[in-house]
T-cell receptor, first 115, second 117 residues
């Protein structure tokens, strides 16, 4: 069965500092990987996705992620964090179950940004 | 871009009553919609997959008689929490898949916070 691990529950960074959020997945086939961001009391917004091809993917809001098959990882990065980036970040893997595709989410990483 | 709405955004109901949550795809036709439940500071747990015109597929451990899902049209799915109890209080999020998009891509609604008193 597929699973996603986000080892960091909570991360605090200073505004302007770089950021890396870790994500490890377990899936038997070629993974379809996603990063979502959730602001308090809101739904999820897609930051970026990886389906195939270039292993470094660019997303919205200056985020990027790198797929490393050998490490089963899909870490999210941003070179310079803004205070508005404070939110909950979820990594997800897409899988096919029966007749439907579905997403399995990690437990999330809460990002706090200090000024 | 694809937009998914939910209504209501929050609802308070008394224990034993039922409450219905609507999920609409506003600018695309969604053959498949998903319902998730999120407890405070936790991840999203898939409750069920809803396909237009057919019965929903529930994840293991989800009571289908308590969480009734109807996907009567290509733009609307509803989740009815029947005989709600305080332990049903949670944040419910729906998502929809645009069939013209790539597999696994889901567009999420803003969520509905349910509080059962």
């Amino acid at each position: 069965a597929q699973s996603v691990t986000q080892p960091d529950i909570h991360i605090t960074v200073s505004e302007g500092a770089s950021l890396e959020l870790r994500c490890n997945y377990s899936y038997g086939a070629t993974p379809y990987l996603f990063w979502y961001v959730q602001s308090p009391g809101q739904g999820l917004q897609l930051l970026l996705k990886y389906f195939s091809g270039d292993t470094l993917v660019q997303g919205i809001k200056g985020f990027e992620a790198e797929f490393k098959r050998s490490q089963s990882s899909f870490n999210l990065r941003k070179p310079s964090v803004h205070w508005s980036d404070a939110a909950e970040y979820f990594c997800a893997v897409g899988s096919f179950s029966g007749t439907a595709s579905k997403l399995t989410f990690g437990t999330g990483t809460r990002l706090q940004v200090t000024l | 871009g694809a937009v998914v709405s939910q209504h209501p955004s929050w609802v308070i109901c008394k224990s034993g009553t039922s409450v219905k949550i609507e999920c609409r795809s506003l600018d695309f036709q969604a053959t498949t919609m998903f319902w998730y439940r999120q407890f405070p500071k936790q991840s999203l747990m898939l409750m069920a997959t809803s396909n237009e015109g057919s019965k929903a597929t529930y994840e293991q451990g989800v009571e289908k008689d308590k969480f009734l899902i109807n996907h009567a049209s290509l733009t609307l799915s509803t989740l009815t929490v029947t005989s709600a109890h305080p332990e049903d209080s949670s944040f419910y999020i729906c998502s929809a898949r645009d069939p013209s998009g790539r597999a696994y891509e889901q567009y999420f609604g803003p969520g509905t916070r349910l509080t059962v008193t």
